[in-house]
């Protein structure tokens, strides 16, 4: 139980932190205490642990499609479904901003106590997600024509394959208003700290999927279409589990009608601040999902086989950053939390102790998921892929996602830190250096080495931008002190 000091602010407006501290049992790990007021390795596994399921998920379900796709009288469409997810990682992921300006904000304000603060940042994410994926909606017929005929410049996939992957976007587009909005969502249960809400909402979605594209896909075979319906149908689902959950913990923190200030949704220089924030997230996100985006087209240069081998390692290359994430989320919240603290000397120790030991922890993470990947790569592709020229050239190519954790563990270490303190600006900054360096790369590295070539200028990407942000890193703490 939290003891209140006769300055606390009354208990229907203060934020009780233990949202973050008091799990059920079964999520409670032993851990060493921490240094006095430091940051303690349960506590971050505490928030860890679901987040990382909760990410992970999100390319088990692509690994899924590819997996249904290749049971089916349809495998080629593995190709098809990789050329149009492209779309929406490219559109998803630029409007990624959407949840982590609403995690730094919100966890700022839970640092400082501030409830009216905090909810006003989850109606100001909620607000500009709703519209963002409304204008998609009805922008869908312009965004289709000039992705594609993007996609198809200089690659050598079928016409079959882009009609089929035109079939999947003009399916799945109708849920971007519900998926962007569960943006918004997820990154609020990040910041209040119940990751475990996360999970669930992320596992509910992601089993749902899973059920339908067995039924849609391999039951119905209606291929590339069938897994569009089926995301259709979960992410719409997703968003009022993600719902859910938010009413929760409104519920627990004065009730779902208290500490509403309308005013403040507005304010100048709190709106200011959150549109400077989300323009920066946006450069930076838009710039790496095109990142993503280049590297699948440049793989459909060399044919439809090399397009499929790359689609499934990149399901278990995002699987692993997005599993490696949850000691970054973690740092999302304690970062923004200490940040936000009133306590100085609290908050710098909190800061120190969060950055060094969810940096521990992610270290050793990839450590164990290079093994995994080294003694189980032969058999995750004889799951993903169908027998022949797809799985021989997936083979071929495993070598790189063995390394990948070593490659994209910093980077996204750093991104947790970055984001949890509202350094948006050095986000932008890094990615854009990274790029420049990148497409470049690719196209020099890939003429002599071929698909290796564009491999190996993917995974030195992901290192150029740790190594500008680990450059940065001091300001944050610089700015601690100065507070």
């Not at 971050?44 to 990410?55: D, F, G, Q, T, Y």
């Not at 499609?65 to 049971?71: G, N």
């Not at 609290?346 to 992610?362: C, M, Q, W």
């Not at 993903?384 to 490659?407: C, D, H, K, N, Y």
């Amino acid at each position: 139980m939290t003891v209140l000091s006769p300055h606390s602010p009354p208990e229907h407006k203060r934020l009780d932190r233990a949202s973050i501290t008091d799990y059920p049992a079964f999520m409670t790990v032993a851990s060493s205490e921490p240094a006095p007021g430091g940051v303690s390795y349960g506590e971050v596994l505490r928030l860890a642990w679901p987040a990382s399921v909760a990410a992970s998920v999100t390319p088990l379900l692509g690994a899924v499609d590819v997996w249904a796709l290749a049971q089916s009288t349809r495998p080629l469409d593995i190709a098809a479904v990789g050329l149009g997810a492209v779309i929406f990682s490219l559109a998803y992921w630029t409007f990624g901003f959407l949840r982590m300006s609403v995690a730094g904000l919100t966890a700022q304000a839970v640092g400082a106590e501030d409830e009216s603060e905090a909810r006003a940042a989850l109606a100001r994410g909620v607000m500009i997600a709703g519209g963002i994926g409304a204008g998609l909606v009805l922008l869908q017929w312009p965004i289709g024509v000039i992705a594609f005929k993007l996609l198809a410049t200089g690659s050598e996939a079928s016409a079959e394959t882009l009609s089929a992957g035109r079939d999947y976007f003009n399916i799945r587009i109708w849920g971007a208003p519900f998926a962007l909005a569960s943006y918004a969502g997820f990154g609020w249960l990040t910041a209040r700290g119940r990751t475990d809400y996360l999970m669930a909402a992320s596992v509910f979605m992601t089993a749902l999927n899973i059920i339908l594209d067995y039924w849609f896909v391999v039951g119905l075979g209606w291929g590339a279409a069938g897994v569009a319906a089926g995301t259709l149908i979960a992410e719409v689902a997703g968003f009022f589990a993600t719902a859910a959950f938010v009413l929760i913990i409104l519920k627990d923190h004065g009730g779902v009608k208290t500490s509403w200030r309308p005013k403040e949704f507005f304010m100048a220089s709190r709106l200011k601040k959150t549109i400077t924030i989300n323009v920066d997230i946006f450069v930076r996100t838009l710039l790496l999902a095109f990142s993503f985006a280049w590297f699948v087209q440049r793989g459909g240069a060399f044919g439809d086989v090399t397009l499929a081998a790359n689609q499934a390692l990149l399901q278990l290359f995002l699987f692993t950053g997005l599993a490696l994430d949850g000691t970054a989320i973690a740092a999302e919240t304690l970062v923004g939390q200490a940040l936000g603290a009133k306590d100085r000397a609290r908050g710098i120790a909190r800061y120190k102790s969060a950055v060094r030991r969810t940096f521990e922890l992610a270290t050793a993470a990839a450590f164990l998921f290079v093994a995994f990947y080294w003694l189980a790569g032969d058999a995750l592709i004889a799951l993903l892929t169908p027998e022949g020229p797809i799985r021989e050239a997936t083979q071929s190519f495993m070598p790189w996602v063995v390394v990948s954790p070593l490659m994209v563990v910093l980077g996204f270490q750093l991104d947790g830190i970055f984001v949890g303190a509202t350094r948006s600006r050095e986000l932008r900054d890094a990615i854009i250096v990274s790029t420049i360096i990148f497409i470049p790369a690719s196209l020099w590295l890939a003429g002599p080495f071929g698909n290796h070539g564009l491999w190996l200028a993917f995974s030195v990407y992901f290192l150029i931008r740790a190594v500008a942000l680990g450059i940065w890193l001091p300001r944050i703490r610089h700015s601690i002190e100065r507070q």
